[in-house]
């Protein structure tokens, strides 16, 4: 079945560019959107994002100047830049197929941002 | 932007019982809603989605209904497992494709 795996840096220094990736496995890319989701320690939910296989894109407005998502087909890959990081980008970050609810989740990924 | 709220925040229910938790959207998402449930440490998983449908491999005690702006998730009978954070999301295309989650509600044992 289809597995999603969150990578990247760990740790991001404020006013830097925080960026992921999310590797597809068991299945293919295509034809399907792709959302980034963010968790704050304790809190609820925040979707960033989403992207389809074309390259299209649809980003929460609270972060849209901030927020750049791409698609690598040939690598079964779609990634994540966020800029200008503060400590409020603190979070795990989870990336999810976005059909019919977001069905398939990665096991995420904590980003903590800090000096 | 589409404002989901969740009640109650907390729900304290006996193993065996049943659990109904709402969730309220501020504009109208026709059947555009997903149910979700979290448990410490892991990630989201599907519940239900276009405001009824079980995704694959739910048990059937899982139930949601509502469209609109009034939703419900309902659990029959409660299992040891089922004790988690649910949490609900509209992905209505209109007034734009922006998704919003509610805030939560701790489903803990009595």
């Known amino acids: 079945q289809v597995q999603l795996q969150e990578s990247g840096p760990g740790l991001v220094k404020p006013s830097e560019t925080l960026s992921l990736t999310c590797t597809v496995s068991g299945g293919s890319i295509s034809s399907y959107y792709w959302s980034w989701i963010r968790q704050p320690a304790g809190k609820g939910l925040e979707w960033i994002g989403r992207i389809y296989t074309s390259g299209s894109t649809n980003y929460n407005p609270s972060l849209k100047s901030r927020v750049t998502m791409s698609v690598d087909t040939s690598k079964n890959q779609f990634s994540l830049k966020l800029s200008s990081v503060t400590a409020a980008d603190t979070a795990v970050y989870y990336c999810a197929r976005d059909y019919q609810g977001m069905d398939v989740w990665g096991q995420g990924t904590t980003v903590t941002v800090s000096s | 932007e589409i404002v989901m709220t969740q009640s109650p925040a907390t729900l304290s229910v006996s193993p065996g019982e049943r659990a109904t938790l709402s969730c309220r959207a501020s504009?109208?998402?026709?059947?555009?809603l997903a149910w979700y449930q979290q448990k410490p440490g892991q990630a989201p998983r599907l519940l239900i989605y276009g405001a009824s449908t079980r995704a694959t491999g739910i048990p059937a005690r899982f139930s949601g209904s509502g469209s609109g702006t009034e939703f419900t998730l309902t659990i029959s009978s409660l299992q040891s497992e089922d004790f988690a954070v649910y949490y609900c999301q509209q992905y209505n295309n209109w007034p734009r494709r922006m998704y919003t989650f509610g805030q939560g509600t701790k489903l803990e044992i009595k």
């Open positions: 504009q109208s998402v026709s059947s555009n």
